[in-house]
């Protein structure tokens, strides 16, 4: 093989190989996003499952319905991004479960409106939708505000490097009711050695 | 010219010659330092010169990034919304059903500052 024919196969695989890796990134980038997605969604159909009505107190006990709304925040890499920006990405779940036994059982004065329970990251209220509690034509949720902030250094001092990035996100959830839910999450990370180190 | 006075020439010639010579000689070292002392103002000129045998620290910081995403959710309209029955068929109600559509209006600011320090200790 000629230097020209080698000088040629190495300039096209610096061009297409920097697009392969973008590709591969933007893969990657893809399934953790659907994985992060369906895990929420069987997350939530679980806690449906579990959070039968009539076990922890006596207003819900002839409900025969439970609503579960989960929010949560997941970090996915992206390269488009700035160093140590690391935004979350958004995850969201919904499932409701009606208890079929209470369908016939259930006496006249008592409610057919589920249990609903909102959850954000590790933050949780029920609501009791009785009537008047959410009001007519209004979503359950209101408004979702948020809010990132980031920091970051890459330092170079003789012969040895010192990096930090640091992000903290902190969510805030109106409900229609007049409730809020929050939650902050914190991301800090530092080049030791040779390896980056993060704790959340 | 007599032979004696061609050979008297020669030598004066020669001895000039070797003064000459010996001058400049001398006087090198002079003449190395002056234009050592030319590349030495004309480096000088551009300022801290970057060793890596010495001490240096470049930093690039983000020094703040700030994100806030506001969403506001609404229900616009019911779900569906039937006419009701016309002058022919009075007997048909109308009404709407429940559902409705959902209008989001999405709101993003981002600041950012970022900066870039480098300190060389140079070779003197």
Not at chain 1, 65 to 90: C, E, K, L
Not at chain 2, 5 to 31: D, F
Not at chain 2, 80 to 85: I, N, R
Request: charged residues 20%; proline residues 4%.
């Amino acid at each position: 093989m000629t230097r020209a024919i080698k000088g040629q196969a190495l300039v096209e695989f610096a061009i297409m190989g920097s697009l392969a890796l973008l590709a591969l990134a933007f893969m990657i980038q893809i399934g953790l996003r659907q994985n992060y997605q369906q895990e929420i969604q069987q997350q939530t159909f679980r806690q449906a499952l579990s959070a039968k009505p009539g076990v922890e107190s006596d207003d819900d006990f002839e409900r025969q319905a439970i609503q579960v709304q989960h929010f949560r925040d997941r970090q996915i890499p992206n390269p488009s991004q700035g160093f140590a920006v690391m935004s979350r990405t958004p995850t969201q779940g919904s499932a409701a479960v009606t208890w079929g036994d209470k369908l016939t059982y259930l006496s006249d004065d008592s409610d057919s409106r589920p249990k609903i329970i909102v959850r954000l990251n590790n933050s949780q209220t029920d609501i009791i939708s009785d009537e008047g509690v959410i009001p007519e034509g209004q979503p359950l949720i209101k408004r979702i505000d948020k809010t990132l902030n980031s920091q970051g250094k890459i330092s170079q001092i003789s012969n040895t490097s010192s990096s930090t990035a640091t992000s903290t996100e902190q969510t805030t959830m109106t409900l229609s009711t007049g409730g809020t839910l929050s939650s902050s999450l914190t991301s800090d990370c530092q080049f030791q050695g040779d390896v980056w180190r993060c704790g959340q | 010219m007599s032979a004696g006075t061609r050979g008297q020439s020669t030598v004066e010639m020669a001895v000039m010659l070797g003064a000459v010579v010996a001058a400049l000689v001398a006087t090198h070292v002079y003449v190395r330092r002056a234009y050592q002392g030319y590349l030495y103002a004309n480096a000088s000129a551009h300022g801290q010169q970057f060793d890596p045998t010495r001490p240096y620290v470049m930093t690039q910081s983000m020094n703040k990034f700030t994100q806030r995403q506001t969403v506001d959710i609404e229900k616009v309209g019911p779900g569906v919304s039937l006419p009701g029955g016309s002058e022919g068929l009075p007997s048909v109600p109308g009404g709407e059903l429940a559902g409705g559509a959902i209008k989001t209006t999405i709101h993003v600011e981002t600041d950012w500052d970022v900066s870039r320090e480098a300190s060389y200790d140079a070779r003197h």
